[in-house]
């Protein structure tokens, strides 16, 4: 294990520990907060097409997020993990699909519901994270599915936001070049604009 690896494993375990202390009260609580957030954004308003990931444990709750989205007259997609396979695919959410344990533990379509959606088709990616510092860096769950989705090549430019508790922030997540940025990390107090963040370091 590489250093920015070694350092990758240390922050993921602290934060998983930090994170798993919150009550069931303070997730819920702290995961409307961002959803009212969320919700007002004009990046959200303007999206037709939004991918949420479907929360599990202690994570930024989704669920009700995806539910007020399909009320809104949104379009939704979550993820899809295939067993062996390191590519994530996007599936279009119905009110009627029916969901699955994945690979990882997390809820996904069935696999006779699974309905693709390509990256090109999406007004709004809404990702997790184990953390966030503030110029945008992800530290995931170690498996990259989500950096290498975001590298693909895409005809247009899609906000990416990372979904977090303002315990989940550091100064400085370490990353490799595979590691891709978020554009606005929503916690239960802020909306962080890593840009501008970004550019104020430089």
Do not use: W
Request: glycine share 6%; net charge positive; charged share 30%.
């Amino acid at each position: 294990m590489n250093d920015v690896q070694s350092q990758k494993a240390r922050l993921r375990t602290s934060l998983l520990q930090r994170r798993d202390r919150l009550s069931p009260e303070a997730v819920h609580h702290k995961s409307d907060n961002i959803r009212r957030q969320l919700f007002a954004l004009d990046e959200f308003k303007a999206a037709g097409l939004v991918h949420f990931y479907i929360s599990v444990g202690r994570e930024v709750e989704t669920v009700s997020m995806i539910r007020e989205a399909m009320a809104l007259q949104k379009r939704v997609a979550v993820p899809n993990m295939t067993s062996g396979k390191a590519d994530l695919k996007l599936s279009e959410f119905f009110k009627d699909t029916a969901l699955s344990p994945g690979p990882l533990g997390t809820l996904q379509p069935d696999p006779d519901r699974i309905r693709p959606v390509k990256m090109d088709e999406m007004g709004l990616m809404v990702i997790p994270g184990v953390a966030f510092d503030y110029q945008g860096r992800r530290l995931g769950r170690g498996f990259g599915y989500f950096d290498r989705l975001l590298s693909q090549p895409f005809k247009k430019l899609i906000p990416v936001i990372g979904l977090a508790y303002e315990l989940q922030l550091v100064e400085a997540v370490p990353v490799t070049d595979q590691d891709k940025r978020v554009d606005k990390i929503i916690t239960e107090d802020r909306v962080i604009d890593c840009h501008a963040n970004e550019a104020l370091k430089q």
